[in-house]
């Protein structure tokens, strides 16, 4: 009884060392820091490449603080009837997208957090060299790691720009509306 019992844990120390090995390689090349569940902060990608290009806007961390700031906005905004498209309870409602947090300083310095949301998770086509391989499997789009941008898609995607420092907001933008 004793000799089975060492011999299971020694099996799930095994399995587990397994598994935190291969979670901190993978937090350790992510792009993304968790919020919650259905959201993370895009640490770097194409996006800021460009909010910089044009606006001259740079990337910032934000810390808990700003987050719950940037919720308290956001609540605000909700109060304000910004998000009537979206089906009622919209609080809860909205923690249902999946969301895109990009902090950026703004032209003036000040604290900013662009949420990018989307209902659904799109689905990619192979690349074109494994589709001549004849792999025809899409897959979804790594949303945690790369900025989702859809041309129409209507209430299902919207932004929010959030200025932390000013506690405003600017309109919410629907795609295709």
């Known amino acids: 009884m004793k000799r089975d019992f060492i011999i299971v844990l020694l099996i799930l120390i095994t399995f587990s060392s397994c598994y935190q090995s291969k979670k901190e390689k993978i937090d350790k090349t992510s792009d993304y820091q968790?919020?919650?569940?259905?959201a993370v902060i895009l640490k770097d990608s194409w996006y800021y490449d460009w909010l910089?290009?044009?606006?001259g806007y740079v990337p910032w961390q934000p810390t808990e603080e700003d987050l719950k700031l940037t919720q308290?906005?956001?609540?605000?905004?909700?109060?304000?009837?910004?998000f009537d498209f979206i089906k009622k309870p919209i609080k809860s409602n909205i923690e249902k997208y999946f969301r895109q947090?990009?902090?950026?300083l703004n032209e003036k310095g000040e604290k900013a957090i662009e949420i990018n949301a989307f209902c659904e998770l799109?689905?990619?086509?192979?690349?074109?060299?494994l589709a001549k391989k004849?792999?025809?499997?899409?897959?979804e789009i790594d949303w945690k790691n790369y900025y989702v941008?859809?041309?129409?898609?209507?209430?299902c995607?919207?932004?929010i720009k959030i200025n932390i420092d000013k506690m405003s907001y600017e309109s919410v933008m629907v795609n295709g509306f």
């Open 34 to 38: 968790y919020v919650d569940e259905r």
């Open 52 to 55: 910089k290009k044009i606006y």
């Open 72 to 82: 308290t906005i956001l609540e605000h905004a909700i109060e304000n009837y910004e």
């Open 101 to 104: 947090y990009i902090p950026f």
């Open 122 to 129: 799109l689905k990619i086509p192979p690349k074109e060299e």
């Open 134 to 139: 004849g792999v025809t499997e899409w897959n």
């Open 149 to 155: 941008q859809v041309d129409d898609g209507g209430l």
């Open 157 to 159: 995607y919207w932004r």
